[in-house]
């Protein structure tokens, strides 16, 4: 073989060699990944804790709010209550003063209100139908208020609490001429005439 040939065939084989060598060589690892930061558990229950704490703090207070509102919404209805059934009116017979057994129950239900509101005072005030002169009239509307006013004192409300006075025939709740009417018309109303103070709940 001559010089070149032998030397092509020289290169080939060293070109076949490092080829192999190449190829031999172990590939490089590949990096690991980075671990995970390390979790404190102490940390992470006293956040926790934290968090628990605001969230009852928050639940306590707002339970203490509409216990609060809950509170004056019933003391409001109370009040409210109480003044409705010192205004109930209370109704009369034709041409008499005399107080009915219905008439009794609603003064009777105004009772505990004014004993334990010794400091309200009370304006009765008796009316009549149309039938009838003007100043009898006014004297029927007297007697019924002053008929009002005897009952709630022999009940243990002080007399000087109760204003009793005669409008007669003058103030009308209904119009017309029929006993419907006139049967409105004959009563005692009330009204406070003291300051507009809270009221006192009667003692059960």
Known sequence: MNHPARLAVLGITAFAVLAL?????KQPAPAPEPAP???????????????ARADAARRAEQA??????NARRLAEQAQAEMRATLAQVVYFNFDDATLTDEGRATLEAKVPI??????????VAGHTDERGS???????GQRRAVAVKNYLTTRGVSTNAIEAVSFGEEQPVASGSSEAAWA??????FAITSPNAPLARPRS
């Open 184 to 189: 409105q018309n004959r009563r005692a109303e």
């Open 37 to 51: 930061p390390m979790v404190n558990q102490d940390s992470i229950n006293r956040v926790r804790d934290s968090v």
């Open 64 to 69: 203490r709010q509409d216990s609060i509102a």
């Open 114 to 123: 004014l004993v334990a509101n010794p400091s309200l005072t009370i304006r």
């Open 21 to 25: 060598g190449a190829c031999s060589r």
């Open 134 to 140: 003007d100043e009898y009239n006014l004297a029927l």
